[in-house]
């Protein structure tokens, strides 16, 4: 799965247009209008970036940065702050307080689009990268192609996005809700036998002959992707 960027914005029309743009690059978006809102989803979403306003209602922008840069479980979050506030003095309190990067409004799209790209780069490249290659399979998410050694591998389309999730968190035990979670969303009304049948296809057409099974079932807990 693409990275999935948290927008933390109160102004809707700027956190629409921010939603489309990064959508259309192939981002996964979730939107807070508010500090409050943005804890509570950084509980359940686990972002790779949260693009930030420093002028918020209630909790404000840099308090949130402080707070999810002092607690262990969101300290390697990446942050942009994305505000009106200009002075070296509030850019520097902001990248003080733990901000990867800061852009100030009015801002260029183009170079906010480069800059969220790049920090995903440094933080979390398998989330960016076009070809995810692991053993002798890769996934090439631009060509949506799978291949193993020389052969095509072909996938249904939600195989593929389970292969993906899995290539992605290689060497992690997955839940089926974990599973569930990121390849079907929160919202979708699927039941956990549903992963177990997918895992089964998904086997299915990854094996040929002797070839080694590159999924784990892990008893009680789930299905990891290569070594554990």
Request: aromatic share 4%; with cysteine.
């Amino acid at each position: 799965m693409s990275a999935k960027v948290l927008i933390v914005e109160d102004e809707a029309p700027l956190a629409e247009m921010l939603r489309y743009n990064l959508e259309a690059e192939g981002f996964r978006v979730a939107h807070a209008e508010t500090g409050e809102e943005a804890l509570i989803l950084l509980e359940e979403e686990r972002p790779d970036l949260v693009v930030l306003d420093w002028m918020l209602p209630g909790v404000s922008g840099i308090e949130l940065c402080r707070r999810l840069r002092s607690k262990s479980d969101s300290r390697n979050v990446s942050i942009l702050m994305l505000t009106a506030r200009g002075e070296e003095t509030d850019r520097i309190r902001g990248l003080s307080t733990g901000a990867d990067d800061y852009v100030v409004k009015p801002f260029s799209l183009p170079e906010l689009m480069a800059r969220v790209k790049a920090i995903l780069r440094r933080t979390s490249p398998d989330r960016v990268a076009e070809v995810l290659k692991i053993g002798d399979i890769e996934l090439d998410r631009a060509a949506h192609r799978v291949t193993r050694g020389l052969r095509q591998v072909r996938l249904g389309p939600t195989e593929f996005r389970l292969l993906e999730f899995l290539m992605e968190s290689s060497g992690r035990v997955l839940s089926r809700t974990q599973l569930l979670d990121g390849v079907w969303g929160r919202d979708a009304f699927v039941d956990e036998r549903t992963v177990d049948v997918h895992i089964g296809r998904l086997r299915k057409a990854l094996i040929r002959g002797n070839e080694r099974d590159p999924i784990r079932t892990v008893r009680s807990a789930g299905y990891v992707f290569g070594d554990a």
